[in-house]
């Protein structure tokens, strides 16, 4: 009787905590922004593969939110795979803003209106400067490009905005 009680009171609670949990909302999000790539020609189905997407976060621009999605698509049957990675962001209303190509500087966080990446991208949007912090103006329209040290950045520690050149 005792254990029929516990286990009664187990399987209560974990039908509590899953009730509670937001694994749902976060399945649809990922199917929106799917949905979202395809409609925006960003993906090409019938030449590449899509292997990996993520939303890396958003960035807030002058009170325009933005959402940030690393893509990798790769073409199949190669031997040694080969394809396109891109950085692509959206406004609030899913209009495309833009699509940054790039090989191996992967976007790795995003802090206001700042993009980290891993490692130095050259931007041509930006007249060919290279960096690793993404700077988005004009509610996301613009980027500029700028650079800090890894050796700066802490664990969970905000972006700092300086110039280091």
Request: proline content about 4%.
């Amino acid at each position: 009787m005792k254990y029929k009680k516990i286990t009664y009171a187990l399987i209560i609670i974990c039908i509590l905590i899953y009730s509670g949990s937001s694994i749902p909302e976060l399945g649809r999000e990922r199917l929106i922004f799917y949905e979202e790539l395809k409609k925006s020609g960003v993906t090409n189905p019938t030449d590449l593969v899509l292997t990996h997407f993520s939303h890396i976060g958003n960035l807030n621009v002058e009170g325009e939110i933005l959402y940030v999605l690393d893509v990798r698509e790769i073409i199949p049957a190669m031997a040694a795979p080969r394809g396109l990675n891109k950085i692509v962001v959206f406004n609030r209303s899913f209009e495309l803003l833009h699509v940054i190509r790039y090989v191996n500087e992967r976007p790795l966080r995003c802090d206001g209106n700042t993009l980290l990446l891993f490692g130095y991208l050259d931007i041509r949007l930006a007249n060919g400067v290279e960096g690793n912090l993404l700077i988005f103006s004009n509610k996301g329209k613009e980027i500029s490009v700028d650079r800090i040290e890894w050796s700066e950045l802490l664990p969970n520690m905000r972006l700092e905005r300086r110039k280091l050149r």
